[in-house]
């Protein structure tokens, strides 16, 4: 994996409180992929469920924002609701910003979540940086 | 939440079972009580929340992850009777598994 650096590629307004990663293989998704309604609620939100739909390859998205959540869990080290821990449309930004609204969040003082993605053929892994604003 | 009686026990035993020997490719004769899910099956967390959306499903629960994650966090699951019994805690008690001693 690359060097990553929150203040020179994501946002100097914040310090890094936690870093967490996760690697899935793509393949693993594809079977929730054959589902007509949201295959994990409990995982995904429906807004991310839709969004799977529309990416190119459903098992691709739904397995990089399993990877984000399971990443979050890591740095944050509590249980939280996996599917308010959200993953928007996947573009060619380095850096996506995870949406939270898990109060567990707030609690633990992050501002912010960068999560950057490494899709390579077969499988997704991802870094997420937890941050506060200084 | 749903009455617990041996036959759904039961049920929830077989599901249990079934489940891993499907994901894990592995004769269901192999599983015991005993097996450990990471160190025998090369289970994960993403195979332990699989199973946990189609009990959900099945038994058409309510219960938030964060309650499980809290749950598991003072009683892990780490082999099959374990999650036989966190399944079955689950389905009997819902999210007010967080404050049943199982």
């Given at each position: 994996?690359?060097?990553?650096?929150?203040?020179?590629?994501?946002?100097?307004?914040?310090?890094?409180?936690?870093?967490?990663?996760?690697?899935?293989?793509?393949?693993?998704?594809?079977?929730?992929?054959?589902?007509?309604?949201?295959?994990?609620?409990?995982?995904?939100?429906?807004?991310?469920?839709?969004?799977?739909?529309?990416?190119?390859?459903?098992?691709?998205?739904?397995?990089?924002?399993?990877?984000?959540?399971?990443?979050?869990?890591?740095?944050?080290?509590?249980?939280?609701?996996?599917?308010?821990?959200?993953?928007?449309?996947?573009?060619?930004?380095?850096?996506?910003?995870?949406?939270?609204?898990?109060?567990?969040?707030?609690?633990?003082?992050?501002?912010?979540?960068?999560?950057?993605?490494?899709?390579?053929?077969?499988?997704?892994?991802?870094?997420?940086?937890?941050?506060?604003?200084? | 939440?749903?009455?617990?009686?041996?036959?759904?026990?039961?049920?929830?035993?077989?599901?249990?079972?079934?489940?891993?020997?499907?994901?894990?490719?592995?004769?269901?004769?192999?599983?015991t009580?005993a097996t450990n899910i990471i160190e025998d099956l090369e289970g994960?967390?993403?195979?332990?929340?699989?199973?946990?959306?189609?009990?959900?499903?099945?038994?058409?629960?309510?219960?938030?992850?964060?309650?499980?994650?809290?749950?598991?966090?003072?009683?892990?699951?780490e082999t099959i009777g374990q999650v036989?019994?966190?399944?079955?805690?689950?389905?009997?008690?819902?999210?007010?598994?967080?404050?049943?001693?199982?």
């Open positions: 994996m690359e060097t990553i650096s929150l203040t020179l590629n994501c946002d100097s307004s914040c310090k890094i409180v936690a870093c967490g990663i996760d690697t899935e293989s793509i393949s693993r998704f594809l079977p929730f992929c054959r589902q007509s309604i949201n295959p994990m609620p409990m995982v995904y939100s429906s807004y991310e469920y839709r969004l799977s739909l529309h990416h190119k390859n459903p098992a691709v998205f739904l397995c990089a924002a399993f990877c984000c959540k399971e990443a979050v869990f890591k740095a944050l080290q509590k249980p939280y609701n996996f599917n308010t821990c959200v993953l928007g449309e996947i573009t060619e930004n380095k850096y996506h910003q995870l949406q939270v609204s898990d109060p567990v969040f707030k609690e633990a003082n992050i501002d912010k979540i960068f999560a950057r993605l490494f899709l390579a053929p077969g499988e997704c892994s991802v870094c997420v940086l937890l941050a506060c604003k200084h | 939440m749903t009455e617990m009686t041996s036959e759904v026990k039961k049920n929830i035993r077989t599901m249990v079972y079934e489940y891993f020997s499907g994901e894990c490719d592995i004769d269901i004769k192999d599983i009580d994960d967390s993403l195979m332990l929340l699989s199973l946990l959306e189609q009990v959900r499903k099945k038994y058409g629960l309510s219960v938030e992850l964060k309650t499980l994650g809290k749950h598991l966090m003072k009683k892990p699951a036989i019994a966190l399944t079955i805690g689950i389905v009997e008690h819902g999210d007010n598994i967080i404050n049943i001693e199982l």
